[in-house]
């Protein structure tokens, strides 16, 4: 099964705003709000930041957003911090034998 | 706050089963879906497959002639097995603990390196 679409990196300077988009299809990110936002650093095990589309995790960080516009979901960190510095996948629910689909992963660069 | 912790053989043969087991600590195994993901060194991730407390296991179609994911309840711990393995199964294997139906995982393992190697 073909991987949600992400750009294969981003970039940023500190305190910036940067956005990360995940295109599907209508049979996963246009069709359910399922959509999940991970942040892995190196060596360590992916962390839920965004669940539901545009839900955070109890605790997390405000500058970490979500949101939804037809097959294409987007994370928004605003005020980049060096330590956001990680690769982000996102994953969604999605209406098939595989139920749950993966992005490529995006690596996000602090400048 | 749950804590997942995994075990299992690092290092398979081709044609041999990897077998990993994960002990959930400090929450209830009820009400969720307990689930492997796997990561190729530099790759992204994919979903192997899951069980819920009460229901059936459901398996990615890519895998499911070739995986096993079981539970034992009376000891919070669920396990993978993956036979017949390959050296395209070489990755980072990761349990985790997922919200139903909205497949979100708010808590991991620490990952299990298995490397398939004659």
């Known amino acids: 099964q073909s991987a949600l679409t992400q750009p294969a990196s981003v970039s940023g300077s500190p305190g910036q705003s940067i956005t990360i988009s995940c295109t599907g299809t209508s049979s996963d990110v246009g069709g359910y709000n399922y959509v999940s936002w991970y942040q892995q650093h190196p060596g360590k095990a992916p962390k839920l930041m965004i669940y539901?589309?545009?839900r955070r995790p109890s605790g997390l960080s405000f500058r970490f957003s979500g949101s939804k516009s037809g097959n294409t979901a987007s994370l928004t960190i605003a005020g980049l911090q060096a330590e956001d510095e990680a690769d982000y996948y996102c994953?969604?629910?999605?209406?098939?034998?595989?139920?749950?689909?993966f992005g490529g992963g995006t690596k996000l660069t602090v400048l | 706050q749950v804590q997942l912790q995994q075990w299992g053989a690092g290092l398979l043969k081709p044609s041999e089963t990897l077998s990993l087991t994960c002990s959930v600590y400090g929450g209830s195994f009820s009400g969720y879906s307990w689930t492997w993901i796997r990561q190729p060194p530099g790759k992204g991730l994919e979903w192997i497959g899951e069980i819920s407390h009460r229901g059936s296991p459901n398996y990615n179609p890519s895998l499911k002639s070739r995986v096993t994911i079981s539970k034992d309840m009376s000891k919070n711990q669920f396990s993978l097995k993956l036979s017949s393995v390959t050296a395209a199964d070489t990755a980072l294997y990761y349990c985790?603990?997922?919200?139903?139906?909205?497949?979100?995982?708010?808590?991991w393992g620490q990952g299990t390196l298995v490397t398939v190697s004659s």
């Open positions: 985790a603990r997922g919200g139903s139906p909205a497949y979100w995982f708010d808590s």
């Open positions: 539901e589309v545009s």
């Open positions: 994953s969604s629910y999605r209406s098939s034998s595989t139920p749950l689909l």
